[in-house]
């Protein structure tokens, strides 16, 4: 069994992942391709866990395992204690309903010719929740929930809203069943600076004001500092840290999150070639994953794959050479 | 250097064109529409000078976009572009679009934001860069193809003979966006339009990416105009920068100049907008509330004023854009850091 962030004061975190795994068969290729590689961790109520990585790193097929669309090749997908898997008709349709996502594109994900209310109603219509009166005043009390007026935006259909009002459709959707868990995979990634700030903030006062936990999966490292008590770092379908947000963002220990920070702040780096691109996920590095872009990499990390550990308190990483002493 | 006889204006547009490879004077651009006419674009005047970035920052909307569309021709029928848009001392507005067509890719190229979209999926990279070689120049295949090698080589697609044999779905965002500039730079372009090029990439990848347009910019001694959202990625790849808000250009200057003492409150609130790593976790980022104008509606005094925290009695009258410092230029009655 990997690692798993411990909590002794919590007894059942809200999702826990213990060894999950995806692999997908693609046509054309022996090998299958690993996406999501022996990822334990846990979200906790209240709290937001930020996963980032670069694109095929897994994050978003992370995301996907956790619904079950796809389910995962291996490993447990634990929902306050209870294992997805084992789950079957109503009570998984329940257990469902508890984790939601909100996507990074709001028009493809909103159907183009459906207007606003109805986009925000079809959770409700679905689960068959309240009657058809409580169902338009629960559309209503969602969209004064993310900032729109349901008079002046509840006939809309998306092509008349603009990206930002777009995704927050998106958002009350993902409320429509208040769920426990929100995903947010790249939501605001696709968003211009101004609205991603307003869609970020409404995000945060939804958090505080309804009690949620998020999962947020994003690219860019100043945008899930922002939001995040917890961070894991993925590479290549493994995670590669995985802690405190400020510990992770003060002293990276894994030499790719350190890569990461110093793109974002655009600082010069050592020993690093300047055009590098992530191997093959069909053909991924023997021992660390990572071994063939890093500039401490030594004999061991190609024979070796390394496994996640603690170097400081609430503070792990999966590498033979980490940035800090332990 | 100058095609074009007609107007006696011949020998100061080429005097001024040694210094910039574009000037674009009161350009404006407006739509049709049923509701009326849309005004994307209004009087924006911009330079670019060979070797440097200019950037346009403004949210989606802003009419940078329209205003580079404008200027490569690309905007159809529907469009009524007025103004001067002149490109090595050729003016491109009016221009037939047989010749216009001449101009794009010899003279003026662009990149996009989705490479994936702009390339063929069924045709190997090399042959697309090759054929866009062959379209600038009377080439034999094989040479062509040599040619494509070394513009990928020169993007720094690493292991470019074999690369060239790829296909488009076998490369990363980050190659695609490199062979759509080798593509862009196969003509050896005066100027080249990069709208939102990093946009839909990994910050690792952005990064180098903008990079790799500083330096392809000095060594060719090309104009760059890079269009984007992100005051932070403008502050750090661009010489100068124009602001855009509402179809207009509300604050220009060189760079520094210009990050160094923001005066427009529009480009303040840009600023403020990005997040920081530096900041705590669940700090709030200062945002701005509301959206921009609907551009099918006239808009009276300054746009930006229903948004603004500095909005005062003069707003209601539309303010010029000045130059109130030497090379600063701001259209704003309460400028930040400045007494009025």
New interface residues.
């Given amino acids: 069994m990997s690692a798993v962030a411990q909590r002794p004061e919590v007894a059942a975190p809200l999702l826990e992942l213990r060894g999950v795994s995806k692999e997908f068969h693609v046509p054309g290729h022996r090998t299958p391709l690993s996406a999501v590689s022996d990822v334990s961790f846990s979200v906790h109520d209240g709290e937001t866990l930020g996963l980032v990585g670069?694109?095929?790193c897994g994050k978003s097929t992370t995301a996907r395992v956790i619904i079950q669309a796809p389910k995962p090749t291996r490993g447990q997908i634990l929902l306050r204690g209870v294992d997805l898997a084992s789950l079957r008709g109503s009570a998984l349709r329940r257990a469902r309903r508890q984790v939601q996502m909100v996507f990074q594109d709001p028009y493809s994900s909103l159907d183009p010719r459906w207007k606003v209310r109805d986009l925000v109603a079809e959770p409700l219509r679905v689960n068959r929740i309240g009657t058809r009166a409580e169902q338009v005043k629960r559309v209503d009390e969602l969209l004064h929930l993310v900032g729109l007026n349901p008079k002046q935006y509840g006939d809309r259909r998306p092509r008349n809203l603009?990206?930002?009002?777009a995704q927050r459709v998106g958002i009350a959707r993902a409320l429509a069943l208040s769920p426990s868990l929100v995903i947010c995979d790249e939501a605001v990634s696709?968003l211009?600076?101004?609205?991603?700030?307003?869609i970020?903030?409404l995000l945060?006062d939804l958090r505080t004001e309804l009690g949620l936990t998020y999962l947020f999966i994003a690219?860019?490292?100043?945008?899930v500092?922002?939001?995040?008590?917890w961070v894991g770092v993925m590479y290549l379908g493994r995670l590669s840290e995985y802690g405190r947000?400020?510990a992770i963002?003060r002293s990276p220990a894994h030499p790719y999150t350190a890569?990461?920070?110093a793109?974002?702040?655009?600082m010069p780096e050592a020993d690093r070639p300047?055009?590098d691109?992530?191997p093959s996920p069909f053909n991924p590095p023997s021992g660390c994953r990572y071994r063939t872009r890093c500039p401490y990499a030594q004999a061991k990390c190609a024979e070796e794959v390394p496994e996640l550990r603690e170097v400081a308190e609430n503070h792990r990483v999966a590498c033979h050479f980490p940035l800090i002493a332990h | 250097m100058v095609t074009s006889t007609e107007g006696g204006i011949v020998s100061t547009i080429n005097s001024v064109a040694m210094e910039h490879s574009l000037i674009v004077e009161r350009l404006s651009v407006s739509f049709k529409s049923g509701a009326g006419d849309v005004h994307a674009v209004n009087d924006v005047s911009l330079r670019v000078t060979p070797g440097k970035t200019l950037g346009i920052v403004g949210e989606s909307g802003s009419g940078k976009s329209v205003t580079v569309r404008a200027v490569m021709g690309l905007l159809g029928h529907s469009a009524t572009v007025t103004g001067s848009a002149c490109l090595d001392g050729e003016e491109l507005v009016g221009m037939p679009e047989d010749q216009l067509r001449r101009r794009r890719g010899i003279k003026m190229a662009m990149v996009f934001q989705d490479p994936m979209s702009s390339l063929n999926p069924t045709m190997r990279i090399g042959s697309q860069v090759a054929e866009a070689v062959r379209q600038h120049r009377k080439v034999g295949r094989r040479e062509a193809w040599s040619e494509a090698v070394a513009l990928l080589r020169s993007v720094r697609v690493p292991d470019p003979e074999r690369r060239a044999r790829d296909y488009p779905h076998q490369l990363s965002g980050g190659m695609r966006q490199r062979v759509m500039i080798a593509m862009a730079l196969s003509a050896r372009p005066s100027v080249l339009f990069a709208d939102e090029p990093t946009t839909a990439l990994d910050v690792t990848t952005q990064a180098q990416i903008l990079t790799l347009l500083d330096d392809l910019k000095q060594r060719y001694g090309m104009g760059v105009v890079l269009i984007t959202h992100d005051l932070g990625i403008a502050a750090r790849h661009t010489d100068d920068l124009a602001v855009m808000y509402a179809g207009r250009v509300v604050e220009s200057a060189p760079t520094k100049t210009l990050i160094g003492a923001i005066r427009m409150p529009y480009t303040q609130a840009l600023m403020d907008a990005i997040p920081r790593i530096d900041a705590p976790s669940h700090s709030p980022l200062a945002s701005i509330e509301g959206s921009p104008p609907d551009p099918s509606k006239p808009i009276l005094g300054c746009a930006f004023a229903p948004r603004c925290p500095r909005v005062g009695d003069r707003c209601t009258t539309t303010p010029l854009l000045a130059e109130g410092e030497p090379g600063h230029r701001w259209a704003c009655w309460y400028p930040l850091g400045v007494d009025a």
């Fill in positions: 670069e694109s095929g603009s990206g930002g009002q696709s211009d600076v101004s609205i991603r700030a307003q970020l903030n945060e690219h860019d490292l100043t945008v500092k922002h939001v995040s008590d947000s400020e963002y890569s990461l920070l793109a974002v702040s655009e300047e055009v691109e992530i």
